[in-house]
């Protein structure tokens, strides 16, 4: 058996494991240790998606909760290192592009042990964006990069990335919707919150880029207002934006329209239910760019770029500047039924995370 060290921290990380932790059991070929950095710790960015996504409990937890990038990174590269002194896998997985996997990428590689990068070669050419330096570091240095979508391959081979290291798997996120989707559509949660089905709107926000600028937060608060002029707004919440909302006092505000809902963190079934029937997504978020492609519904990024190009070029996700009226104009659009109709993305089956497991059984000793 291959003693294989499945690394999560970070909400979207636990849906990408709870993939490659069942295929890599169901292959017969490893025997798993996940180990929970706590990067994300509140039950509603955390437990709740090992209950809902039927995952073991973590084998480790390593407790690193927030802090700057360097305290965060430092506090998993030391709890890493002493895990995997105590007791040596085969191989490291990380997955994504959080603190959590460029630190623990970063202890494996120096201990001379194998490092997997599952959701590799993704590029937002922003380097604004922490993600993007921890997706550039980690590429450096992985041993095998499993690309979920054309792009990645593209980058990797323009940054010298040897062909025999890079493979197109698909894209192990889709794994779990795919795993989920009914589960997730007999929740009726949308109809039990009393919205409906196309009209209304689905709204995530966290990228530093935008909840950390008090006036770049402003305006997204301005334009949910002004979708709300349209049809219901649901928004559950997460932590970094609903302490600066509550830092910049504009949550009772949004709060005091009828329209908007702010809620909480809310879980994986609930959250791709409110996916799947939504009139409109609106979001910065990584996953949901994907998910929302996944699942045909329309979804309006407000980003300058995306690292997920394949969701522009063939599904249903559009990039959007900041700005009150091209979002309006976007929700009017989404719920006329204008929008643009798209495909799913090649690999994007619902079995990347087996390819992976098959892949890496058979290469990884002749790594
Ligand atoms: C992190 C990732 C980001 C990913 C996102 C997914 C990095 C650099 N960023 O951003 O790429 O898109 O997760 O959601 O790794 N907090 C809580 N409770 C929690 C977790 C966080 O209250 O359980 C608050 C803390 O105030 C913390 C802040 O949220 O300081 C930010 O958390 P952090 O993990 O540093 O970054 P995210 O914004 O969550
Ligand atoms: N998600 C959830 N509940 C929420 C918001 C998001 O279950 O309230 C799920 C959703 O499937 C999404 C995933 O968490 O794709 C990843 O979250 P996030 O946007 O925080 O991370 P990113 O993909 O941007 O790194």
Redesign the pocket.
């Known amino acids: 058996m291959i003693k294989a060290a499945l690394i999560a921290g970070?909400?979207?990380n636990f849906?990408k494991i709870a993939a490659l932790g069942r295929a890599f059991t169901d292959s017969g070929h490893f025997s798993n240790t996940l180990i929970h950095t706590g990067q994300h710790y509140d039950a509603k960015m955390s437990d709740i998606f090992f209950t809902q996504l039927g995952m073991p409990e973590p084998d480790m937890f390593l407790g690193i909760g927030s802090g700057s990038h360097a305290t965060q990174t430092a506090a998993v590269m030391v709890e890493t290192e002493k895990v995997f002194t105590a007791n040596r896998p085969d191989v490291v997985v990380v997955v994504?592009d959080?603190n959590s996997t460029v630190a623990t990428a970063l202890t494996a590689k120096k201990m001379c042990i194998p490092v997997v990068h599952v959701e590799a070669g993704l590029r937002s050419f922003d380097p604004g964006m922490p993600e993007e330096i921890n997706r550039i570091v980690t590429d450096a240095i992985s041993d095998l990069l499993y690309v979920s979508e054309p792009s990645g391959l593209t980058h990797l081979k323009n940054e010298g990335v040897p062909d025999h290291k890079v493979i197109f798997a698909g894209n192990v996120?889709i794994d779990s919707l795919r795993r989920f989707e009914e589960k997730a559509r007999a929740t009726k949660y949308h109809a039990e919150i009393g919205l409906d089905a196309g009209k209304y709107f689905l709204i995530?926000a966290?990228r530093p880029a935008m909840v950390d600028n008090d006036d770049q937060l402003r305006v997204f608060a301005h334009a949910l207002l002004g979708l709300a002029e349209m049809g219901d707004v649901v928004f559950?919440i997460?932590p970094r934006t609903s302490k600066r909302l509550e830092a910049i006092g504009l949550g009772p505000k949004l709060a005091a329209n009828g329209r908007i809902r702010m809620t909480e963190?809310?879980?994986?079934l609930e959250?791709?239910n409110l996916m799947m029937h939504a009139g409109l997504i609106v979001t910065d978020?990584?996953?949901?760019q994907e998910?929302s492609t996944a699942l045909a519904v329309p979804c309006a990024t407000v980003r300058p770029n995306t690292e997920r190009p394949v969701t522009v070029d063939e599904g249903t996700n559009e990039l959007m500047r900041l700005d009150v009226d091209e979002i309006v104009a976007a929700g009017r659009k989404a719920l006329s039924g204008g929008w643009k109709t798209g495909r799913v993305p090649e690999l994007w089956d619902g079995k990347a995370a087996n390819r992976i497991a098959e892949h890496l059984a058979e290469t990884l000793p002749t790594l």
């Not at 963190?265 to 994986?268: F, K, R």
């Not at 978020?285 to 949901?288: A, M």
């Open positions: 970070a909400r979207p849906i994504g959080v996120m995530t966290h559950p997460h963190p809310i879980g994986y959250f791709m978020s990584g996953g949901v998910e």
